[in-house]
């Protein structure tokens, strides 16, 4: 089979989509199959996909930034080259112009917070809502990653539910249990913790991360544990000063530290040395953040929206994401309750391996020959 996968709508940094295409090209290598895969990446990106193996083909386009709506203009010439090379299948793994097909198409639609926050702004909300409606009803298949993206684009996008598969994401091997003291000594020398424990949190900073509520509880845990320190690990989003704001307010400068982007190397070691990981996010697609806690053995308490429940199962402590007093109280239950930390640790490990990059590339591939076989009946 041959197969061309468009990723020119890709961050210029391996975080949220760029970790998906990744660990997707890695993984159709070692399933074995026999296809071969043309990829079509910006020159800003080129360098995010480790795609030097003989089955893939890469096709880099001098393209200096990543946003979707460039394609638009790019549409012709992606469409010459899918002419010129016929592939069996083509994939969009993220959200991208699709106005035409040339070949049986396959895209995946990771969620649809332009229906659920601000995110992209009013502008770039409406044209990503435009955008998915479009290229919903075009491609042949949608991929997505959680049940419950899978029923908003049911609901939302009016697409029929036999014509969606969901493929789960998972971890990258790097997010394992390590020597715990070495990885608190590690961030207590690099963050000046002062020997200070320490709790995690891990998202971008904008509002659906909820991070003003979590600040505020931990405002709250203060007043019974003195000693934490909150560490908040992501770049800067969209309307974040209120974040920093709420900080200042309760007077918590010297409490909270914010990391901005981290390496994939460095990360797993700030979940391991942590004593606690709290994923409060109002709206999330999958919530890579609570997988990658429990991985490394961080006692974890997330937000019982959205697909988070999907992925955390009983292995984590869910809340309600709105109500700043119920965090600050089972943040306060897992910190005082050793032999509780001790059995979400547990728990957390046997709730990752439910989920290995490999069966994504396999479930993912699967779609593609599915495709192809109901396309020659």
Same mark, same amino acid.
């Given at each position: 089979?041959?197969?061309?996968?468009?990723?020119?709508?890709?961050?210029?940094?391996?975080?949220?989509?760029?970790?998906?295409?990744?660990?997707?090209?890695?993984?159709?290598?070692?399933?074995?199959?026999?296809?071969?895969?043309?990829?079509?990446? &910006?020159?800003?990106?080129?360098?995010?996909?480790?795609?030097?193996?003989?089955?893939?083909?890469?096709?880099?386009?001098?393209?200096?930034?990543?946003?979707?709506?460039?394609?638009? /203009?790019?549409?012709?010439? %992606?469409?010459?080259?899918?002419?010129? +090379?016929?592939?069996?299948?083509?994939?969009?793994?993220?959200?991208?112009?699709?106005?035409?097909?040339?070949?049986?198409? =396959?895209?995946?639609?990771?969620?649809?917070?332009?229906?659920?926050?601000?995110?992209?702004?009013?502008?770039?909300?409406?044209?990503?809502?435009?955008?998915?409606?479009?290229?919903?009803?075009? &491609?042949?298949?949608? %991929?997505?990653?959680?049940?419950?993206?899978?029923? +908003?684009?049911?609901?939302?996008?009016?697409?029929?539910?036999?014509?969606?598969?969901?493929?789960?994401?998972?971890?990258?091997?790097?997010?394992?249990?390590?020597?715990?003291?070495?990885?608190?000594?590690?961030?207590?020398?690099?963050?000046?913790?002062?020997?200070?424990?320490?709790?995690?949190?891990?998202?971008?900073?904008?509002?659906?991360?909820?991070?003003?509520?979590?600040?505020?509880?931990?405002?709250?845990?203060?007043?019974?544990?003195?000693?934490?320190?909150?560490?908040?690990?992501?770049?800067?989003?969209?309307?974040?000063?209120?974040?920093?704001?709420? =900080?200042?307010?309760?007077?918590?400068?010297?409490?909270?530290?914010?990391?901005?982007? =981290?390496?994939?190397?460095?990360?797993?070691?700030?979940?391991?040395?942590?004593?606690?990981?709290?994923?409060?996010?109002?709206?999330?697609? /999958?919530?890579?953040?609570?997988?990658?806690?429990?991985?490394?053995?961080?006692?974890?308490?997330?937000?019982?929206?959205?697909?988070?429940?999907?992925?955390?199962?009983?292995?984590?402590?869910?809340?309600?994401?709105? +109500?700043?007093?119920?965090?600050?109280?089972?943040?306060?239950?897992?910190?005082? +309750?050793?032999?509780?930390?001790?059995?979400?640790?547990?728990?957390?490990?046997?709730?990752?391996?439910?989920?290995?990059?490999?069966?994504?590339?396999?479930?993912?591939?699967?779609?593609?020959?599915?495709?192809?076989?109901?396309?020659?009946?």
């Amino acid at each position: 089979m041959k197969i061309a996968i468009n990723t020119l709508v890709t961050p210029s940094k391996k975080i949220g989509v760029g970790i998906y295409i990744d660990n997707l090209l890695k993984y159709f290598h070692k399933i074995g199959n026999q296809s071969t895969y043309q990829v079509l990446v &910006a020159k800003k990106s080129a360098d995010l996909f480790d795609i030097n193996a003989s089955h893939l083909k890469k096709l880099i386009l001098p393209l200096k930034a990543h946003p979707s709506w460039l394609q638009i /203009f790019w549409q012709p010439f %992606i469409m010459l080259k899918l002419l010129q +090379d016929k592939p069996d299948v083509l994939h969009i793994p993220n959200t991208a112009p699709l106005f035409f097909k040339i070949c049986p198409t =396959v895209i995946s639609i990771l969620d649809l917070q332009e229906f659920y926050t601000n995110k992209y702004g009013r502008v770039r909300g409406f044209y990503r809502k435009v955008i998915n409606y479009i290229a919903a009803r075009i &491609a042949d298949r949608i %991929i997505t990653i959680s049940e419950h993206s899978k029923q +908003d684009i049911i609901k939302l996008l009016k697409i029929p539910e036999e014509k969606i598969s969901v493929t789960y994401l998972s971890t990258d091997s790097s997010f394992r249990l390590m020597d715990r003291e070495t990885c608190y000594g590690f961030v207590d020398e690099r963050y000046n913790l002062s020997n200070h424990p320490y709790i995690i949190s891990v998202g971008e900073l904008h509002p659906g991360k909820n991070f003003i509520r979590l600040i505020q509880a931990f405002a709250k845990l203060k007043k019974i544990q003195p000693s934490y320190k909150l560490i908040i690990v992501g770049k800067k989003g969209w309307d974040y000063e209120g974040i920093f704001t709420a =900080v200042s307010q309760l007077e918590l400068d010297n409490d909270v530290i914010f990391t901005g982007y =981290v390496s994939a190397s460095e990360l797993p070691k700030l979940y391991n040395g942590s004593s606690l990981t709290v994923f409060p996010t109002l709206y999330e697609g /999958f919530g890579l953040p609570a997988l990658e806690a429990m991985a490394c053995g961080s006692p974890l308490i997330a937000a019982n929206t959205s697909s988070i429940p999907e992925v955390v199962g009983e292995a984590g402590i869910l809340v309600d994401p709105y +109500d700043v007093d119920m965090m600050a109280e089972k943040m306060n239950l897992v910190l005082s +309750d050793s032999k509780l930390g001790m059995g979400l640790i547990t728990k957390g490990h046997e709730q990752v391996a439910k989920f290995s990059w490999d069966k994504t590339a396999r479930d993912t591939f699967s779609v593609y020959e599915d495709l192809l076989v109901y396309r020659k009946k």
